[in-house]
């Protein structure tokens, strides 16, 4: 796949996101886009909802969040993530890298 993506002419990448899911939009069904997956799902809600992501997720990361020693960020974050924990329509604390959008 990297050797396809490296030597395509036109170029397959993009500088941007925009610029990607723009292409997508373009293309008719003849151009595919990584990205991840929170923005992903971003973009597909969004008018003129013409995007869609194809297959599952390419693979799963965290995230961190850092605040300064004792700031009273660290205890508020720590308070919002142990209620969206504990809430069953949370949105979970991590994201999702790799979707693809046609």
Do not use: I
Request: proline content about 5%; hydrophobic content about 30%; some cysteine.
């Amino acid at each position: 796949m990297w050797g396809y993506m490296k030597s395509a002419e036109p170029t397959v990448f993009t500088k941007t996101t925009g610029e990607g899911v723009a292409r997508v939009r373009k293309s008719k069904g003849k151009y595919a886009f990584l990205l991840e997956s929170t923005m992903n799902e971003y973009t597909e809600q969004r008018k003129p909802c013409d995007t869609m992501k194809v297959g599952g997720n390419l693979d799963s990361k965290g995230y961190g969040v850092a605040t300064p020693k004792g700031s009273q960020l660290s205890a508020d974050e720590r308070r919002a993530s142990k209620a969206a924990d504990s809430s069953p329509s949370a949105v979970p604390s991590h994201g999702s890298a790799g979707d693809v959008v046609s």
